[in-house]
């Protein structure tokens, strides 16, 4: 029986470059990338609601139990089985996320959200997230298509986000990893990559799992 793979996390403000490192670090590792919301068709269908300027006005407490739902759906169908067979699951964004926007962004309870997520995963949580820090200059700087949603949130909400990222992270060393997201991307993908590895090890096989996507 293989043994149970990782679930690792990559997390950030706006333009904080975490999809592209997600997906550098998932090809690297052969693991399967993934993403929140979305993940799933069904995840898709709630990402598009969440993000499109379109809904309208979404109640903070609906917005968080959308997110909620995609994660239970994303878990059950994508992550878990992964997991189970032996497979390495890299994510950009997951239950940190819902804690940063929906907690400290909106001001949700953070240990309601917390229990929340928890029950929606079965207890699930990555066994190690990395946050990349990136100054809020040059996130904007890097952002170069239209905004959704939540991109479009006021600079105050995106602070607190921020401010609760690294919150998060200084309240559990063990399972978190800060990384410098500054620099051209192969430099920044070192980095991420020595964390993980002095963290998690390494697959076993990498090569002969190679990557997958959902």
Avoid: C, N
């Avoid at 679930?7 to 950030?12: N, V």
């Avoid at 904007?140 to 905004?147: G, H, I, Y």
């Amino acid at each position: 029986m293989a043994a149970r793979g990782r679930l690792i996390a990559l997390e950030g403000r706006e333009a904080s470059g975490k999809s592209t490192q997600a997906e550098v670090l998932a090809e690297t590792l052969g693991a399967v990338l993934t993403r929140e919301p979305g993940g799933t068709t069904t995840g898709e269908r709630i990402r598009a609601l969440l993000l499109d300027d379109d809904a309208g006005r979404i109640d903070p407490r609906t917005e968080a139990l959308l997110m909620v739902a995609d994660r239970a759906q994303h878990v059950s169908e994508v992550v878990e089985p992964a997991l189970a067979s032996g497979r390495w699951v890299v994510s950009d964004r997951f239950s940190a996320s819902l804690l940063a926007y929906q907690g400290f962004g909106r001001g949700l309870d953070v240990s309601e959200l917390r229990r929340l997520t928890s029950w929606a995963t079965a207890g699930l949580w990555p066994d190690l997230t990395v946050l990349l820090d990136v100054p809020p200059d040059a996130a904007a700087a890097r952002r170069s298509r239209e905004l959704d949603r939540l991109e479009r949130e006021d600079e105050a909400f995106h602070q607190r986000v921020a401010a609760g990222y690294q919150a998060l992270a200084a309240a559990d060393r063990a399972t978190w990893a800060v990384v410098d997201g500054l620099g051209v991307t192969t430099e920044v993908a070192g980095r991420v990559l020595a964390v993980v590895t002095e963290r998690l090890g390494a697959p076993a096989d990498p090569a002969r799992a190679g990557p997958g996507r959902t």
